[in-house]
DNA sequence: ACAATCTATTTTACTAGTAAAATAGATGCT
DNA sequence: AGCATCTATTTTACTAGTAAAATAGATTGT
């Protein structure tokens, strides 16, 4: 019996007439997304980041190359306001830096520092673990599975604007 | 080509070194709940409530008779303060009442109003047929075989302390 | 019974995120 | 070229969420 069991029922009892089937999909990837969100927040206290900071870093980690703040808040699907403040935070602790992008005067690039590198071999690979530790339940063959159901979502749910 | 395509690409080219296939599923559980809830949020707005309101509508809507304000807070993964300040607003609109409960005195029960009930028969449907929307690239069996699939992540990660 | 302790919720003080306005640079049209 | 328009980012003013302290009621041990 996990949450969504529990909401389902719940449901069953109170509106029997709904079709709420969806949940089972949608309430699980919720409810997953959240409780692992919180997790990384925890394991991250220990390098003095938040969730969001964290994302920017990795998001200029696998980029090829400094990015722009668009991009940055692309990825991140947070407000362009919150990248600027993320941006501001991350270069007072010297993990990025900005820089100007001489093709574009608007464009602000963003870029990891020596220390910002570290900090990603040093914590990602922790990350990447607790995410794995999360998927304990399937065999191999379960997880490309259940990836390649996740992706099918993904395209469908990114189309939709 | 979905966005964690595009990540594990990156990764991929940066830190070749890494396995970060634990982020074909857990990148897409965070990616779509993420989409899913800016769309809700979207829509609610019309109603003039908040994503985290209508969550607590919710969590109360399937519940049989009133909640504890910690169930609530439970449910929603949000902290008590945050219960506490959903619980004024809702309060405010004539969505939910506040009781005492008589066999403990800390305890505060929450319950729908009848308006608070309109709004839900009006507003969960039409969540339910966006939810449904973003399953629409699935068939019925994909979507049974996802929706176990994710039930044995939910298992594994709701232990996770 | 009553002091110490525990528990449920609220309050306080603060941080993070946002929408909309402001700024500054680029582009297009004549 | 020059003015209107568009675009990228930042600033401002505000809302939502939180941790920790405060409050108030319950429980436990003597």
Redo the contacts with the bound molecule.
């Keep these: 019996m996990d949450f969504v069991d529990r909401a389902r029922q719940g449901w069953e009892i109170s509106r029997p007439d709904l079709d709420v089937s969806s949940i089972e999909v949608m309430g699980r990837i919720g409810r997953i997304g959240a409780l692992a969100s919180h997790h990384a927040g925890r394991a991250l206290q220990s390098a003095e980041i938040?969730r969001?900071e964290f994302d920017v870093l990795c998001t200029l980690a696998r980029g090829e190359g400094p990015l722009?703040?668009?991009e940055v808040?692309a990825a991140t699907m947070?407000?362009?306001?919150?990248?600027?403040?993320?941006?501001e935070?991350l270069v007072k602790r010297g993990l990025i830096e900005?820089l100007p992008w001489e093709r574009?005067?608007?464009?602000?690039l963003m870029r990891l520092t020596a220390k910002g590198e570290e900090l990603i071999d040093r914590e990602f690979p922790r990350f990447l673990e607790t995410d794995a530790a999360m998927l304990a339940g399937l065999t191999a063959n379960e997880r490309t599975q259940l990836a390649a159901l996740l992706r099918k979502v993904a395209l469908t749910v990114e189309a939709l604007t």
């Excluded at 947070?78 to 941006?87: D, I, P």
């Excluded at 574009?104 to 602000?108: A, C, E, H, L, N």
């Design positions: 938040t969001a722009r703040a668009s808040t947070l407000s362009g306001a919150s990248t600027t403040k993320n941006a935070r900005r574009d005067g608007r464009v602000v």
